[in-house]
């Protein structure tokens, strides 16, 4: 919170130090504004500037620095300027210096106490902009704490879905190993050991999808959607086999895509998820993949995944904040956050999410379509930036209009 100082003509640099640092405000006092550019950027609170120190070329210098400020930050200038009439030249300076920003002009002679009021205004301004850059970094530490727990909960319905589809393998091997030790014939040996191993296959199959899901890249990669959701189906096999769940899949010839591979896994099983528990009595789910494009930036290309079912719906209410935080359509079953994450890993990936649902009379169930580019230009969150999770939805509209067949009835 310090002051730096660039007053070069007679002694203003001088006596405006010994004032700010008999009000014990620490200040330094520089020759040139272009060393005090310098300065700044070791850390001040405000810059105090003498108009003739301040040449076309250091304008253009500060205000590339500015510009390359934090969106929290709006970093002050107080201008020393002279009495004069208003002339062609002081009004081309003026313009010249718009692009300052925060820019605080103080007419000389100023008196001692006009100049600590203006300082110490400009201070506590400065002061509230690092408590706005604390509490940003906080929310953002909150939130990926959050995404965090999103993810052990996911890996927790994972375990328990692949317990028990590995579960059910096994028993039919212990039980073949029974009849092969019984068995007084070759023939009928090898036709259980065939079969038991056809089970130790399925159980291969499992664990090696399970493992997609801890080996995921950090960097983006090319990948192929319907992989990643057959990857999903294996692991709910038998949950939607118990719920009595007719999969319907309608997957056409897709273009590979740039993204995060884990990140979709989880998006994916988080729709599939929801889909599945919204279906506790049976019913149909359909999945569409197909190549598209998105009209609103540029016809870019890319894939739409449309998930479908014919559950209890989502009410109206909920349905408008859907994608916030700690809104869940399960009660005290669900975490609330699911929804929110795979929101943002929709945008992290350029893309964009929207919902069609009615959970009132009569109940069609509920669409989610996902637009995902081939080639995103993949979405770089600041430190102190904070995403809304809002879907965009001109854009997820036309994927629900492309996609119209595919709602439930």
Known sequence: MRVVVAAPTGRDGELICRLLTSRSIPCVNLLT???????????AGAVILAEEALTLSDIRQWTAQIAEQ???????????????????????????????????????????ETLMSTVQAALRGRARQYQLRDHLAQRVIAEEALRTSEKLAVVGRLAASVAHEINNPLESVVNLLYLIE???????????????????????????????????????????????????????????SS??????????????????????????????????DAMARGGTLKIRISNTCERRNGARP??????ADTGSGIHPDIKKRLFQPFVSTKGDLGTGLGLWVSSGIVQKHGGSIQVRSSALSPVTGTVFSVF??????????????????????????QGLAEHSRLRPR
């Open 70 to 112: 934090p969106s929290w930050a709006d970093f002050p200038i107080i201008l020393l300027t002279s009495r004069g009439e208003v002339d062609q030249e002081n009004q081309r300076r003026m313009l010249a210096r718009q692009p300052l920003g925060n820019l605080i002009l103080l007419e000389r002679p100023a008196r001692p």
């Open 182 to 240: 019984q068995s007084s014939s070759l023939h009928e040996s090898k036709a259980y050991t065939h079969t038991a191993m056809s089970e130790l296959a399925r159980v291969s199959e499992i664990v090696t999808q399970t493992l997609k899901f801890h080996r995921q890249n950090s960097k983006p990669v090319m990948v192929q959607v319907n992989e990643i959701v057959d990857s999903a189906l294996i692991l709910y096999q038998a949950r939607l």
């Open 372 to 397: 995902l580019p081939s080639q995103p230009q993949v979405v770089s969150i600041s430190r102190f930036a904070t995403t809304s999770g809002k879907p965009n939805a001109s854009a997820a509209d």
């Open 243 to 276: 719920a009595q769940i007719v999969i319907q899949r309608d997957f056409r010839e897709c273009w590979p895509i740039l993204a995060r591979a884990g990140e979709l896994r989880q998006l994916i099983v988080n729709l599939v998820g929801n889909a599945v």
């Open 33 to 43: 504004a272009e060393l005090a550019r310098t300065e700044v950027m070791a850390g």
């Open 302 to 307: 890319g894939i739409r995944l449309t998930i």
